[in-house]
């Protein structure tokens, strides 16, 4: 039988208990072959063929029986393991004797072993405890396990078809991983310098319940664009921060998706890591979530606030993510739709300085801006609030800082925006608010529709406005 990993018997080997496989009334294979089946087909349509690899099952398996010689002669053959978790699986001889077989043949078995999650079990076997399984069972209404596709699967069942093409990708891609390997490893391939992955890597934040599937969907459309995500494992609670903080650095990208529901503090968590890291990031938020509701938790609608959440269609936002890796100019990286744009930079007095500095950085990338008056010797008052309006009925855009002025100021400009906003021919494409960050500053009061609050160090000028002007080409 023909393998797609040279030197290999067999490309996957499934580990199963044998009652996991025992077909109930109505349904005419069991869980096991008919999940091995499918994933035979999809696997088929990734790697060319269904002669293409190998699996290896025991169709003859009791419930009594023992690791034979030729089982044992299987395992040491196969690139990969499929191991079926379930309890019944943990309480097996055979199965923990099978496990331990293979996880003794090599020193890193993290990209060799799949874990598929038939059901809860208490806690899985030892040497599986980093390994992130594919989980073909959720909670219902009432917090009690489904196994999905029991007895038999459902087409309406989308979520065991999703999870189906999730293991058979990432099974095809390990695949072909150990099968590059092998050939590289040859002495009749010129070998390949490895000292510069061009590979690039996503950090996908874990999320709520309630975004999981979206999750899913980012992942596997990013992994369809050639990209690696991580994590690629389940991190033990003792070493969380440490092993979240590798794998941040092992990243370009730092990407989250944001619900309203903070039923844990691991998503704020996640952030504050990648904060320290440095870590670029995009971050995503439904544009129909009410903010409103999250007031009892200020924590956690800091953060949906921040500058760097976009609130945006999930298809747009996935686009940006891949937009925001290719390769920029260090100049001009702005010209193209905002390559006519006008921003007001409102500041007042006090923070001229910083106002300064901010036209200095949009005029290196080439965007038009208008300042505020600096010198008003001899101006009279209503020169000055012709001045404003003019600015106002003239610019796409407004960038309003809050750093040494007070809150009524900023407040009473906002206002003034939205007064404004009904004589200009199109609204503003945006309105955002540079909020230095200060423990002694009151909020603000003033919320607009279409405003954004970016809370910006004074010294991370380029940050924080490269986001102001990133967000302004989506408009």
């Known amino acids: 039988m023909p393998v797609y990993v040279p030197n290999c018997k067999h490309d996957i080997f499934v580990s199963y208990a044998h009652v996991d496989n025992e077909p109930l009334i109505g349904a005419d294979q069991g869980w096991v072959t008919t999940l091995v089946n499918s994933l035979k087909i999809l696997l088929s349509k990734k790697l060319g063929s269904a002669d293409a690899f190998s699996f290896w099952m025991d169709h003859k398996l009791q419930g009594n029986s023992t690791v034979t010689a030729d089982i044992v002669k299987q395992l040491e053959g196969?690139?990969?393991?499929?191991?079926?978790?379930?309890?019944?699986?943990?309480?097996?001889?055979?199965?923990?004797?099978?496990?331990?077989?293979?996880?003794?043949?090599?020193?890193?078995?993290?990209?060799?072993?799949?874990?598929?999650?038939?059901?809860?079990?208490?806690?899985?076997?030892?040497?599986?405890?980093?390994?992130l399984g594919y989980k073909f069972w959720l909670l219902d209404d009432f917090g009690n396990p489904r196994i999905l596709a029991f007895p038999k699967p459902n087409p309406e069942e989308y979520q065991y078809y999703?999870?189906?093409?999730?293991?058979?990708?990432?099974?095809?891609?390990?695949?072909?991983?150990?099968?590059?390997?092998?050939?590289?490893?040859?002495?009749?391939?010129?070998?390949?310098n490895n000292t510069v992955n061009s590979k690039q890597t996503i950090f996908l934040a874990e999320v709520t319940q309630d975004l999981e599937e979206q999750r899913q969907e980012v992942k596997r459309y990013l992994e369809q664009q050639g990209l690696e995500i991580l994590p690629n494992k389940q991190y033990s609670f003792a070493n969380i921060q440490q092993d979240l903080d590798q794998d941040l650095a092992k990243s370009c990208l730092f990407v989250q998706l944001l619900s309203g529901q903070n039923t844990h503090a691991?998503?704020?968590?996640?952030?504050?890591r990648a904060k320290t890291a440095d870590l670029p990031m995009l971050q995503w938020r439904s544009p129909t979530l009410d903010l409103s509701k999250i007031v009892d938790d200020p924590n956690y609608y800091q953060l949906l606030e921040s500058s760097s959440v976009i609130a945006i269609g999930f298809v747009e936002f996935q686009a940006m993510i891949i937009k925001k890796l290719q390769p920029t100019k260090e100049k001009s990286k702005f010209i193209g739709t905002i390559s006519d744009s006008l921003v007001f930079i409102n500041a007042a007095l006090e923070d001229i300085e910083l106002a300064n500095k901010i036209k200095d950085f949009l005029d290196q990338q080439g965007v038009g801006y208008c300042m505020p008056l600096e010198d008003l010797t001899g101006v009279k008052a209503s020169e000055i609030r012709q001045y404003l309006e003019q600015n106002l009925l003239s610019c796409d855009a407004v960038l309003l800082l809050y750093d040494n002025t007070s809150v009524y100021w900023v407040n009473e400009q906002l206002l003034y925006c939205r007064r404004m906003q009904g004589r200009r021919d199109q609204p503003l494409k945006l309105i955002a608010v540079y909020d230095v960050p200060s423990s002694e500053k009151p909020n603000l009061s003033v919320k607009l529709p279409n405003m954004q609050i970016?809370?910006?160090?004074?010294?991370?000028?380029?940050?924080?406005?490269s986001q102001f002007l990133q967000n302004l080409q989506q408009k």
């Open 266 to 272: 691991y998503p704020q968590f996640q952030y504050e």
């Open 78 to 131: 196969a690139a990969t393991l499929l191991l079926i978790l379930s309890p019944a699986y943990i309480e097996s001889q055979k199965c923990m004797l099978e496990l331990n077989i293979f996880l003794a043949q090599f020193k890193e078995v993290n990209n060799r072993v799949f874990v598929v999650e038939h059901d809860v079990v208490d806690e899985k076997p030892s040497g599986l405890n980093d390994l």
């Open 454 to 465: 970016f809370n910006c160090p004074s010294n991370d000028i380029e940050t924080c406005v």
């Open 162 to 192: 999703q999870k189906l093409d999730d293991l058979s990708r990432q099974l095809a891609a390990q695949l072909k991983n150990l099968k590059q390997e092998y050939e590289n490893a040859s002495p009749t391939i010129t070998p390949i």
